[in-house]
């Protein structure tokens, strides 16, 4: 599916987690890069910085490019290679104070990450203790033509291993629900959106789907607990072929449950074209 996987390490487990992860979601004649990014380019730096890389590219069994970048933090480093190295996906770890079994970021990596020229997956803590072959594939859907695009990515990802596709829509709690003051029909109208969103789900062939009422956020984080990895495109604004972080996709990088794939605006996965990609269910 990925062609081109650049893996952010630093010695580690959250680095070893993505370097699992990405073995997993890389084509198998693709290639590999593992980069770690330091502050300073002394001499004794640069050699101890490609000491471990060759621990962690020897470690986890992989064939790699090994990279030494500079910069001024971890994920300003691994935005500029992916830019420059013409990655498809950009592979990161959990970040420490995270639970195990979540997939987060710590601020600054999100905030240097937005942005990014290509797909970003972030691998949920432990990951590389359990890498089994993808067996439930998760995709946010709503019924538009980006969310198809989610979708065929999550098929894509699940026909390498005959995995289940699963798909959610969420039907959004409208924002009157927050002034406390119900508006006549409300109730109706939420009933007639669930129906119209189930049996749209109920159509989609070769896909388990369903419909469920809530915040966005909070229910595809929660859906993350039966999925393998979560699939959800990223704003629908902002520089072509970029991806740009919502609210959703910003809430699932410090909540998800399971691996998640953020997928970028306007470029189809695996290609460099400026094709329509994800935007998950507004993520």
Same mark, same amino acid.
């Given at each position: ?37 330091h502050h300073g380019d002394v001499a ?79 691998? !949920? ?123 959703? !996709? ?28 994800? !935007?998950?269910?507004?993520?």
């Amino acid at each position: 599916m990925f062609d081109n996987v650049l893996v952010g390490v630093d010695g580690r487990p959250s680095g070893r987690d993505a370097i699992a992860l990405a073995t997993q979601l890389m084509d198998p004649d693709g290639r590999l890069t593992l980069v770690h990014v330091h502050h300073g380019d002394v001499a004794e730096e640069r050699r101890d910085t490609r000491e471990l890389l060759e621990r962690e590219r020897d470690r986890a069994g992989v064939e790699a490019e090994l990279v030494s970048a500079v910069a001024a933090n971890p994920g300003r480093g691994l935005h500029q290679q992916a830019d420059e190295r013409g990655a498809d996906l950009l592979v990161v770890g959990s970040c420490s104070r995270g639970v195990l079994g979540r997939a987060m970021l710590g601020d600054d990596t999100r905030a240097s990450l937005n942005g990014a020229p290509c797909a970003v997956a972030i691998a !949920s803590r432990g990951y590389v203790e359990h890498p089994a072959p993808l067996a439930n594939v998760g995709v946010a859907y709503n019924g538009s033509p980006q969310s198809e695009v989610a979708l065929a990515a999550a098929r894509e990802l699940a026909a390498r291993t005959r995995a289940t596709v699963h798909a959610v829509e969420v039907v959004a709690i409208p924002s009157v629900a927050y002034t406390g003051i119900v508006a006549p029909g409300v109730g109706e109208t939420i009933d007639a959106m669930l129906d119209e969103a189930s049996s749209r789900m109920r159509e989609m062939p070769g896909v388990e789907g369903r419909a469920v009422y809530g915040l966005a956020g909070e229910e595809l984080a929660a859906f993350g607990e039966q999925l393998d990895i979560l699939v959800v495109g990223s704003r629908g604004y902002g520089p072509m072929r970029r991806l740009i972080i919502g609210s959703t !996709s910003a809430y699932l990088q410090r909540h998800a449950r399971c691996p998640l794939l953020v997928l970028p605006r306007l470029a189809a996965v695996g290609e460099r074209d400026p094709k329509p990609i994800a !935007s998950a269910a507004a993520a």
